[in-house]
């Protein structure tokens, strides 16, 4: 049986149980998330900026402005707790949305949306995918 | 002699039809599948941003993963706004149309 990668402690707090290789892969997508909400030019940055309202041409700008705003601060958190061995749940929050961006940002840019566009994807693709929902289920598990 | 006829004094309040209703439609929250987000973390999503039950969520998130889309709440404009920007922080799939 695969040992779980995240642990809730009966303290409440919930256990990080990454390794080295883990924890820079983990590093890489949050890097790539915060890159890409700034940068119109990074690949993720569409499916960052989908719209609200598709029935209008232009959303309201404080709605994009908020969500700009609270995607950026669950990264930014994320990162600054990236090499914690406990987090809270406010923590744990920031790391699954910020998981759940990276791997919706990724599929988007490789076009990966449908289960048949998936499965034709290449190897190293996949194993990024599934490693990225690994993540997210053992967090989901927890929370 | 003619007979004089009473005057009908109705005591029934008068509605003026003229003047429209005014109803407004509700906004519609949509939550769309994707192949490539866990079950699970649906779930989650749904029940912290909107403080759904355990049972709710699952269904919510159920019907997204069968017919494609669900209503995931519905409400005034500012807060299906307001949810559509939580769920696509959160990294899933979401629009807000007028309910129909």
């Known amino acids: ?143 | 002699m003619a007979a004089v006829k009473p005057l009908r004094v109705s005591d029934e309040t008068q509605v003026d039809t003229s003047v429209a209703t005014l109803t407004l439609r509700p906004w519609n929250v949509i939550v769309w599948d994707d192949p490539v987000t866990p079950m699970s973390v649906v779930v989650v999503i749904l029940r912290k941003i909107f403080g759904y039950p355990n049972n709710k969520a699952t269904q919510l998130m159920l019907t997204v993963h069968h017919e494609g889309r669900a209503v995931v709440w519905s409400g005034p404009l500012e807060r299906a706004q307001s949810y559509c920007v939580k769920l696509q922080v959160a990294g899933l799939v979401a629009t807000i149309e007028r309910d129909a």
Request: glycine content about 4%; overall charge negative.
């Open chain 1, 1 to 143: 049986m695969a040992s779980r990668l995240f642990v809730r402690r009966r303290d409440g707090r919930l256990e990080v149980r990454l390794n080295d290789a883990g924890r820079q892969m983990v590093a890489e997508a949050f890097a790539h998330v915060l890159a890409a909400e700034s940068d119109p030019e990074h690949d993720w940055h569409a499916s960052l900026n989908g719209p609200i309202d598709p029935s209008t041409d232009l959303d309201d700008p404080l709605a994009t402005l908020s969500r700009q705003h609270e995607i950026t601060s669950n990264v930014e958190l994320a990162i600054a707790t990236l090499h914690e061995d406990f987090l809270n749940d406010a923590e744990a929050w920031a790391w699954l949305c910020s998981l759940q961006v990276a791997l919706r940002g990724l599929v988007t840019a490789k076009g990966l949306l449908s289960a048949d566009r998936l499965a034709q994807s290449d190897v190293a693709t996949r194993d990024y995918i599934t490693t990225l929902q690994s993540l997210l289920f053992g967090l989901a598990d927890v929370m």
